[in-house]
């Protein structure tokens, strides 16, 4: 059974400043899909980035980018310049043809103004 | 404008009641997923559907039921709350390349 792990419980960041969320999977697939998903407290889950695991290149989405190392099975998100509004719960996330969408355990993102 | 809907978003009701938890969606999705999620914690699948009259358990073991009668909604039920029932319930679609939408959720508090 595929695993996803997130390691850190919670980080801290100062506001306009750069933190790395990581996040390491278990599975025997070649193709798949890992996934970062944004919770705000009391609102909608909402998705931040996607990467195929077929493409080489990491995805970016505006100050949104990972650091994608299939070898590895880590998937790290970084959020560049930092916003309030970034506060949040991050959850990986992996998803492989036939298999259900599989959560990390979330890390919860501290912005400090 | 395509979305999906929750209600009620809270719900505070007494043990032992029957409850109804609403989602719908705009979108025309075949797939869709109720999770638990206590607050700050993971995601629970407790159910899913791949269209109209399919439902499947999801990997947490649950005392609710669903039903998929028509694309555009998937209601859960239990039939007789408890206050281990208190949590929040998501639901969601899947879009294409395994993307999931999700709804606003509904907060339930079993007293």
């Known amino acids: 059974a595929q695993t996803v792990t997130q390691s850190q419980p919670e980080m801290s960041v100062q506001e306009a400043e750069t933190v790395t969320l990581s996040c390491t999977y278990d599975?025997?697939?070649?193709?798949?899909?890992l996934f970062w998903y944004k919770q705000p407290p009391s609102r909608q889950m909402i998705l931040v980035i996607r990467q195929e695991a077929y493409k080489q290149q990491n995805a970016t989405e505006n100050r949104f980018s990972v650091n994608f190392q299939k070898a590895a099975k880590s998937f790290s998100l970084k959020i560049s310049d930092s916003q309030l509004g970034d506060a949040a719960m991050y959850f990986c996330?992996?998803?492989?043809?036939?298999?259900?969408?599989?959560f990390g355990g979330g890390t919860r993102v501290l912005v400090k103004p | 404008e395509a979305d999906i809907y929750q209600t009620p978003r809270y719900l505070v009701i007494g043990t032992g009641k029957k409850i109804t938890l609403e989602c719908s969606q705009t979108?025309?999705?075949?797939?869709m997923y109720w999770y638990q999620q206590d607050p700050g914690m993971e995601l629970h699948l407790i159910h899913y559907?791949?269209?109209?009259?399919?439902?499947e358990k999801g990997d947490l073991s649950s005392e609710s039921t669903v039903s998929r009668i028509r694309t555009e909604h998937f209601p859960l039920t239990l039939e007789s709350a408890r206050p281990s029932h208190t949590s929040q319930y998501l639901c969601a679609t899947e879009l294409a390349g395994y993307e999931q939408y999700f709804g606003p959720g509904t907060r339930l508090t079993v007293t």
């Open positions: 559907s791949y269209g109209v009259n399919s439902t």
């Open positions: 599975t025997s697939e070649s193709d798949y899909y």
């Open positions: 996330a992996y998803h492989a043809a036939g298999n259900k969408l599989t």
């Open positions: 979108m025309g999705h075949d797939k």
